[in-house]
C-alpha cells in the first residue's frame, strides 16, 4: 500500500491548483493515494459525507459478480454524471473498431511499412489515431485494434475516454502527457503507457511530433504472465510498473469529452475538467513501464525457444493459455546458443502477428523493417528470416554475440487481423516485401551432410 500525502510535492499547474507529479510501483497493487490530506475517507469508501465535499465514485473494471476484482474509489470534486450530458455522435474516419473488413481489401499476405510520415497538419490523440488492423469484435468485448498514432497538438479543454477498450501505448517518436482522471503518465520511447477501460484524460505534447503504436484491447485487461518453471523473477518485475499519484484539475472552462463506445465516438459539452479526483484507491489505475526494465531469458546452450518466452504482458481469451493479445518485446540480449540457428526460425502460427520497430535493427529483417515501421503475418501465413538474415546466420561464427541496437515487439492474437483501407492503401506499404524470401535457393541435391 501507498499513502503519498505531501502537499509540498503539488506543483502549480497553469491551470490551477492541485497538480502533482510522482508514482507509486508494482503492477496490480491495491494503491491509495491523495492530493489534499485527509481527501480519503479512513477504513471505508462511503462516508455519508466526505472530506472537503467530495463524492465517492467507484469505477469498476470487473463485473460486480468476478471472482477477483479491479475496481478503483474515486472521491472527486464532482460526480462523473456532471461530467456527461447529451451526446452527439462525431467522425473519427481513421479510427476503426472491429469487425471492419472493407470489401477492396485483402488481409491474405505478408505485410510490411514504412514509417507512417507525419503531415503538415495538427492532429491530436484522436484526429491523429491510424488504425492499421483490427481483429474480433468490439461489441462483444473480444480482439484488438492496432494504430499508429500521429501526434503534433495537445488535447486544449478536450478529453476522452474508450469505453471499448484498455489501450496499451507504444511511443516510437517524441514525449506524450497522458494527464488522468487518477493522475499524469508522461511516456517517451521505450516506455510503454496502459490507459484502462473507462478512464477519463487528456492528451499533451511533451515533446513533439509524437509517433508511435497502439494495441486497442476489447478483451479482459493485460496481466503479466504467469511464469511457470521460470520462477518469480525475470521478464517483467511488477515493481517496474507505476501508477500516478492522485492529481486534479479545479477547472471551470468550456470543454468537451469525447467516448468511444461500441466503435462509435459522441462527444458532450461540460463546463468544467473532468480530472476532479483529489483522491482514490484501488488496483484498477494507468500504469507506465519502462521497457529497459524488461529481462530477458532465453536459450543459453541450444535452439531458439518460442518468443512467448519474451511476454512482457498478455491479456486472456477466457480460455487457458490462450491469450486474446500477447505482448511481446525484442530487446537487447546476448545469443549464445552452439550450433544453433540462432533468428526465429521460419514458421506457420495460428495466432496473428503484427509486428512493429521501436528503433535499430531485428534480427530476422536486417534490412526494410525499420524503425516506426510495422509488418503483419497473419493466421497460417508463412514467414521467417530474409534471403540475407538467413545466409549470414547459417554460416555466422558462433561465438557469444551481443544483439545490440534493438526494441521491436509484436502484437500476436488469437484472431486475425483485417487491414483497414488506410493500412492498405494510405500507409507506405512496401509492395515488394515478400520479395525478400524470393531468392532463398533450394540447397538439397540428394546427398547427405550440412549444406
Ligand atoms: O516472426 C517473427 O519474427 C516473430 C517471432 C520471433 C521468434 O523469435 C520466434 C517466432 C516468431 O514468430
Ligand atoms: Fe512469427
Known amino acids: 500500500m501507498n499513502r503519498q500525502s505531501d502537499p509540498h510535492s503539488m506543483i502549480q499547474a497553469p491551470s490551477g491548483a492541485g497538480i502533482t507529479e510522482g508514482y507509486m510501483p508494482g503492477f ?53 454524471v456532471k461530467h456527461s450530458g447529451r451526446y452527439q455522435r462525431i467522425d473519427l ?3 476503426h473498431s472491429a469487425p471492419h473488413i472493407p470489401q477492396d481489401v485483402t488481409s491474405l499476405g ?35 485494434a492496432s494504430h499508429i498514432y500521429l501526434v503534433t497538438a495537445s488535447m486544449q479543454d478536450a478529453y476522452f475516454y474508450s469505453a471499448d477498450s484498455e489501450l496499451l501505448v507504444v511511443p516510437q517518436e517524441g514525449r506524450l502527457r497522458f494527464c488522468t ?69 479545479d477547472r471551470e472552462v468550456p470543454s468537451t469529452l469525447t467516448i468511444k463506445w461500441c466503435g462509435q465516438f459522441h462527444e458532450t459539452a461540460i463546463g468544467h475538467s473532468p480530472l476532479d479526483v483529489v483522491a482514490w484507491h ?22 531458439h525457444p518460442d518468443p512467448s518466452i519474451f511476454t512482457v504482458l498478455t491479456a486472456p481469451s477466457g480460455q487457458p493459455g490462450v491469450a486474446n493479445i500477447d505482448f511481446v518485446l525484442f530487446r537487447e540480449r546476448w545469443m549464445v546458443a552452439e550450433d544453433t540457428f540462432r533468428p526465429p526460425w521460419y514458421h506457420k502460427n495460428i495466432m496473428s502477428e503484427l509486428m512493429g520497430n ?9 534490412k526494410g523493417f525499420v524503425p516506426g515501421g510495422m509488418s503483419l503475418h497473419n493466421m497460417m501465413l508463412p514467414h521467417g528470416p530474409d534471403k540475407n538474415a538467413f545466409e549470414g546466420a547459417s554460416s555466422a561464427d558462433l561465438k557469444p554475440q551481443k544483439l545490440d541496437n534493438t526494441m521491436s515487439f509484436m ?39 550440412k549444406k
Open 411 to 449: 502484437f500476436e492474437t488469437r484472431f486475425p487481423q483485417h487491414l483497414t483501407q488506410f493500412a492498405a492503401q494510405e500507409a507506405p506499404l512496401q509492395d515488394d516485401y515478400i520479395d525478400c524470401w524470393t531468392d532463398i535457393e533450394k540447397k538439397f541435391d540428394g546427398s547427405p551432410g
Open 93 to 95: 474516419p481513421y479510427w
Open 181 to 249: 482522471e487518477l493522475g499524469i503518465i508522461d511516456v517517451a520511447p521505450q516506455e510503454i503507457a496502459i490507459l484502462p477501460r473507462g478512464l477519463v484524460y487528456r492528451v499533451e505534447v511533451l515533446d513533439g511530433p509524437c509517433r508511435g503504436f497502439v494495441c486497442e484491447n476489447y478483451g479482459a485487461k493485460f496481466e503479466l504472465p504467469g511464469r511457470g518453471p521460470i520462477g518469480a523473477n525475470c521478464m517483467a518485475n511488477p515493481r517496474d510498473f507505476k501508477a500516478p499519484v492522485a492529481a486534479f484539475e
Open 358 to 366: 521501436i528503433y535499430g535493427q531485428y534480427d530476422a529483417k536486417p
Open 282 to 303: 484501488g488496483n484498477y489505475a494507468p500504469l507506465k513501464y519502462d521497457l529497459k526494465t524488461y529481462c530477458p531469458v532465453g536459450a543459453i546452450l541450444f535452439d
Open 28 to 80: 496490480g497493487n491495491d494503491f491509495e493515494t491523495e492530493a489534499l490530506p485527509g481527501a480519503l475517507p479512513e477504513g471505508m469508501n462511503s462516508p455519508q459525507r466526505c472530506n472537503y465535499g467530495l463524492y465517492g465514485e467507484q469505477l469498476s473494471g470487473t463485473a460486480f459478480t468476478d471472482v477477483r476484482h479491479e475496481r478503483t474509489w474515486c472521491y472527486r470534486i464532482r460526480p462523473s
Open 110 to 144: 505478408q505485410y510490411r511499412w514504412d514509417p507512417v510520415p507525419h503531415t503538415d497538419q495538427d492532429l491530436t490523440w484522436l484526429t491523429g489515431m491510424r488504425t492499421m488492423t483490427t481483429a474480433g469484435d468490439v461489441n462483444t468485448q473480444v480482439g484488438m
